[in-house]
Structure formats: C-alpha cells, structure tokens
C-alpha cells in the first residue's frame, strides 16, 4: 500500500470531532486529548509541514457550564452553548500550543463567508498569510450565529472544503472510529478497509449515524462526503482515531487512505458545489441547457422559462430543467423578483425597455458549476 502522499505532505488539514475531545456527553472539553491534537500538530510541523486545524467541540464544550447533560436539539441553545464553548476551545488550544512555541489563531467561517466571490478571496489571502506567517489557525463553524440556511452542518464536510480552499496536500479526519469499517465494528466478520481508491469499492459498506459519543453531528456518512470532495479536488484523505493519529501521520498501516480521484482544479465553483445551500431555481429551455452543458456558456434571461424562490443578487441558484432535474448552481446577478420581467428576452431588448444594467448574464460562467 502505498502511503506517501501522507508522509509527503506539506500543507494538512487536520480535522478532529467533538467525541475526541470531550468524551461522553455532557463531559467538560478534556485538555488532554486537546494536548494530543497540539502535540501531533507540532510533530507535522517539525517535518516541515504546515498544519490547519479544523476543531470540533464548541457546543459540546459548552455544555458542562450551562449544566446541559446533552447536545440540545434546538438551534437558539446550540449557538449559545457554541458562545460559551468556543472561548474555552480557543483557549485551550492556545495555552497547550504556545508551549511548543506555536502562535495560533481563531478562523470562524459559514458558508456565506466563502460562497460568494468577494468572501471567498478574503476567506482564501487571509488562511494562506497566516500560514506564510507561521501561524497555526483553529477553524470551526461559526456556530454561535449560523442560520439553518448559511451552515455547513458537520465539520467533516467543512474541513473537507477547507481542504479545497488551502489547496492542502492531504485531509486527516480524527474520529471516535479508527477506520472505515466493512460493516459495524462490533459486528462479526467485520474488518477495516485499509484504502479507498474507487468510492465503488465501498458501495456496499454499511455506513453508521451519528458518533457514539451523542455530543457530534456527523457520523461516517459525513466522512464519506468529505472523502468524496477531497478526493474529487486531488487531496487525499486519512480517516484514523486520536490514539492510532500517530501511527497512522508516520506512514503505518493504519487507518483509511482514500486515495485523490481527481486533479486539482477550480476550488471556489467545489465550495460552490459542496457548501451553498440554493435559495431558488431557475428553469431553463431545452437550448438553455444545451448551451451551458455543451458550450460552458452564461446564462441568459432568454433561456430561462421560470424562477421558483425568494433570494436577492449573490445568493446561490439550482439551474434546472422543465422536469425537474438539477444541473448547474451558480450566484445570481438579479433579485427574485426582478426576473420575471426578464424572462425569455435578450439582453439587447430588456436594455432597450427597462435600461443598461439589464444588459447582463443571469449567472455568469464564471459563477457557475456543473453537477
């Protein structure tokens, strides 16, 4: 088996879930499994490796203080459980990697941060001056303020984009499960899968919830998703468990490898893909489709038959056809309510009647990618 792409890289994101470092729910963040993260991390950065850490743990962290015995299920306590715990993290994480003379940072992102163009950039020069400083960054989720509609939802998937955003050399998952398992662990005749190099190998693995800890909101579903966008931008990625991340960093046949299926490539249309959730849709003509799927064209007012949907000019938009079926997404140039007006016009016509500024693409190739 071949694991150099894990001894060889330069530039890691390393992921670990709220089950790693808090324990059973409704536990207090425990600072010793935080010290193995901050020692790892020092140990990658000692071969020359640059390291982002993508940490878990905020609400859970939280928890004890508030004296909930669970994770709550209602959005208005997980942001406050979030604003408690994401100080003590932070503070955790800063105290334990000063020691090994590491400077760190706190990165909160949501989806909104990073999907539209302007964000992006800045979400993009910022992480990579950081790093070209020496700096350590602790991202997570903004938690404390996301909305059910600007959420990444589990960190698995957020630390898989993130990957895409650094452009990272490998993506390492630490979880409460070692491996990825041919079925549940506990279940006889049950083995790990030591390395994924087609996700058609895996089609009939039995694929769990939820970690076992209740305090997560991910599970091996997310991490299989994660795997699949990191592989598909050419990141390979390591599933292995705190106390195997040793072995499994040194190269030892531990853990799962999925190897990168894809070559790297336009990472903001990936966030754009995997991140933004559509805020309405777009029904397009049969030429409309043809030209975008064939040509990698714009999309124009007079190839659009229907908009579905409230949302302002930014937000993202499912392009799709008259039977339903999605085939792009892409950041609208118009609000919701200003299209119906547009559709099926040139642009030349809907400049002539309603002025200039509607002589511009709906979605522009740019701000387009194909599902």
Same mark, same amino acid.
């Given at each position: 088996?071949?694991?150099q +792409?894990? !001894?060889?890289?330069k #530039?890691?994101?390393?992921k670990?879930?709220? &089950? @790693?470092l808090?324990?059973? $729910?409704g536990? =207090?963040l425990?600072?010793?499994?935080v010290?193995k993260?901050v020692?790892? +991390?020092? !140990?990658l950065r000692s #071969?020359?490796?640059?390291v982002?850490?993508? &940490? @878990?743990g905020?609400?859970a $962290?939280?928890? =004890?203080?508030?004296?909930?015995?669970?994770?709550?299920?209602d959005?208005?306590?997980?942001q406050a459980?979030?604003s408690?715990?994401q100080g003590?993290?932070?503070?955790?994480?800063n105290?334990l990697l000063?020691?090994?003379?590491?400077?760190?940072?706190?990165v909160?992102?949501?989806?909104?941060d990073?999907v539209?163009?302007s964000h992006?950039?800045?979400?993009q020069?910022t992480?990579?001056r950081?790093?070209a400083?020496?700096?350590t960054?602790i991202?997570?989720?903004n938690?404390?303020?996301?909305?059910a509609?600007?959420?990444?939802g589990?960190n698995?998937?957020l630390?898989a984009l993130?990957?895409l955003?650094v452009q990272?050399?490998l993506?390492v998952?630490?979880?409460?499960v070692?491996?990825?398992y041919?079925?549940?662990p506990s279940h006889?005749?049950?083995?790990a899968i030591?390395?994924?190099?087609n996700?058609?190998?895996?089609?009939?693995v039995?694929?769990?919830?939820?970690?076992?800890?209740?305090?997560?909101?991910?599970?091996?579903?997310?991490k299989?998703?994660?795997?699949?966008?990191s592989?598909?931008?050419?990141?390979?990625?390591?599933?292995?468990?705190l106390a195997?991340s040793?072995?499994?960093?040194?190269g030892e046949?531990v853990g799962?490898?999925?190897?990168?299926?894809g070559?790297?490539?336009?990472?903001?249309l990936?966030?754009?893909?995997?991140?933004?959730s559509?805020?309405g849709?777009?029904?397009?003509?049969?030429?409309?489709?043809?030209?975008i799927?064939e040509?990698g064209?714009?999309?124009l007012?007079a190839?659009?038959?229907a908009v579905e949907g409230?949302?302002?000019?930014?937000d993202?938009?499912?392009?799709?056809s008259?039977?339903?079926r999605?085939?792009?997404r892409?950041?609208?140039a118009?609000d919701s309510?200003?299209?119906?007006?547009?559709?099926?016009?040139?642009?030349?016509e809907?400049?002539?009647?309603?002025?200039?500024?509607?002589?511009?693409?709906?979605?522009?190739r740019?701000?387009?990618?194909?599902?």
């Amino acid at each position: 088996m071949n694991r150099q +792409a894990i !001894t060889s890289a330069k #530039r890691i994101v390393l992921k670990v879930g709220s &089950s @790693s470092l808090t324990g059973s $729910a409704g536990s =207090a963040l425990d600072a010793a499994a935080v010290g193995k993260v901050v020692d790892l +991390a020092a !140990t990658l950065r000692s #071969r020359g490796a640059e390291v982002l850490i993508v &940490s @878990s743990g905020a609400i859970a $962290a939280g928890l =004890a203080p508030l004296k909930l015995t669970s994770r709550p299920k209602d959005l208005p306590t997980q942001q406050a459980a979030a604003s408690v715990g994401q100080g003590l993290l932070i503070a955790k994480y800063n105290e334990l990697l000063s020691k090994h003379s590491i400077v760190s940072s706190q990165v909160l992102l949501t989806t909104e941060d990073v999907v539209r163009r302007s964000h992006y950039n800045t979400a993009q020069q910022t992480l990579s001056r950081l790093l070209a400083l020496g700096v350590t960054p602790i991202i997570n989720e903004n938690d404390s303020v996301g909305t059910a509609e600007i959420r990444f939802g589990d960190n698995d998937r957020l630390a898989a984009l993130v990957a895409l955003l650094v452009q990272a050399d490998l993506l390492v998952l630490i979880s409460d499960v070692d491996a990825l398992y041919s079925a549940h662990p506990s279940h006889p005749g049950s083995h790990a899968i030591r390395e994924v190099t087609n996700f058609s190998e895996i089609d009939g693995v039995e694929i769990g919830g939820a970690g076992s800890a209740g305090v997560g909101s991910g599970g091996m579903v997310t991490k299989i998703e994660a795997a699949r966008i990191s592989t598909s931008a050419g990141t390979p990625m390591l599933l292995t468990s705190l106390a195997e991340s040793d072995k499994a960093l040194a190269g030892e046949d531990v853990g799962t490898i999925f190897h990168a299926q894809g070559s790297r490539t336009n990472s903001r249309l990936l966030w754009l893909a995997h991140a933004s959730s559509a805020h309405g849709r777009l029904i397009l003509d049969d030429g409309a489709i043809k030209a975008i799927l064939e040509r990698g064209v714009s999309l124009l007012p007079a190839g659009v038959t229907a908009v579905e949907g409230s949302f302002i000019s930014g937000d993202t938009v499912e392009l799709a056809s008259k039977d339903g079926r999605v085939i792009a997404r892409g950041l609208v140039a118009f609000d919701s309510h200003e299209i119906p007006q547009m559709l099926g016009r040139s642009t030349k016509e809907l400049a002539a009647s309603l002025g200039a500024e509607y002589e511009r693409e709906l979605v522009h190739r740019d701000d387009l990618v194909l599902l």
